[in-house]
């Protein structure tokens, strides 16, 4: 895969607005597809049974989907790689 370096903004652009598509659709099956298992566990048995196991799990993969999302779309890495150096150059500049 290409690093950020060798991509353009474009490139950048595309493939940030491609992953928050992604995650819309995640979130938005997630919701439909647990308030339909909700419905069927509490009509089905009278109470909440096991609908509970299912949002909990898939929940936590959505939560892991949206951190993924809002790190690499803001490019910790680059970012922290660029704040390093400029301390580095800082450290250097004090010492001579």
């Given at each position: 895969?290409?690093?950020?370096?060798?991509?353009t903004?474009?490139?950048?652009?595309?493939?940030?607005?491609?992953?928050?598509?992604?995650?819309?659709?995640?979130?938005?099956?997630?919701?439909?597809?647990?308030?339909?298992?909700?419905?069927?566990?509490?009509?089905?048995?009278?109470?909440?049974?096991?609908?509970?196991?299912?949002?909990?799990?898939?929940g936590?993969?959505?939560?892991?989907?949206?951190?993924?999302?809002?790190?690499?779309?803001?490019?910790?890495?680059?970012?922290?790689?660029?704040?390093?150096?400029?301390?580095?150059?800082?450290?250097?500049?004090?010492?001579?």
């Amino acid at each position: 895969m290409a690093t950020t370096q060798t991509q353009t903004p474009e490139e950048r652009a595309r493939k940030r607005g491609r992953y928050l598509s992604g995650l819309v659709w995640h979130a938005g099956t997630f919701l439909i597809i647990n308030a339909f298992f909700w419905i069927l566990d509490i009509a089905g048995y009278g109470g909440v049974n096991w609908a509970f196991w299912i949002t909990g799990f898939w929940g936590f993969a959505l939560a892991f989907h949206a951190l993924a999302y809002f790190v690499d779309g803001r490019q910790l890495e680059e970012r922290k790689y660029r704040q390093y150096l400029e301390d580095e150059r800082r450290r250097e500049a004090h010492e001579e």
